[in-house]
């Protein structure tokens, strides 16, 4: 089993930046994924960005590509999201999510899911 944490959220004004993390306990070494999805009130959870634990190969949703960045700390094991020209549609509860499979997909098929954390951007 693998548990994940997110922490990070919060509120801020549109323009602002806030970086989220995700630390990674357990089995971490089963995984090869991670991911970061988010979810806004009455729509679908949807991706943001994922990165390889080896590598560190980043994908992007075209919707935050040039203003979210995904990292890692492989001796943390823990994953970052750092979010910068927040929008008000950036509003939302973000997930951190892992992945066994080597290979990365935009859809939700991620082995664990954490909790996840609030992002409310206000205009």
């Known amino acids: 089993q693998v548990q994940l944490v997110e922490s990070g959220g919060g509120l801020v004004q549109a323009g602002g930046s806030l970086r989220l993390s995700c630390a990674a306990s357990g089995r971490t070494f089963s995984t090869h994924v991670m991911g970061w999805f988010r979810q806004a009130p009455g729509k679908e959870r949807e991706f943001v960005a994922a990165?390889?634990?080896?590598?560190?190969?980043?994908y992007y949703a075209d919707s935050v590509k040039g203003r979210f960045t995904i990292s890692r700390d492989n001796a943390k094991n823990t994953v970052y999201l750092q979010m910068n020209s927040l929008k008000p549609e950036d509003t939302a509860v973000y997930y951190c999510?892992?992945?066994?499979?080597?290979?990365?997909?935009?859809?939700?098929?991620?082995?664990?899911w954490g909790q996840g954390t609030q992002v409310t951007v206000s205009s």
């Open positions: 999510a892992a992945r066994v499979s080597i290979v990365v997909v935009t859809t939700d098929d991620y082995n664990y």
């Open positions: 990165i390889r634990w080896n590598g560190g190969s980043t």
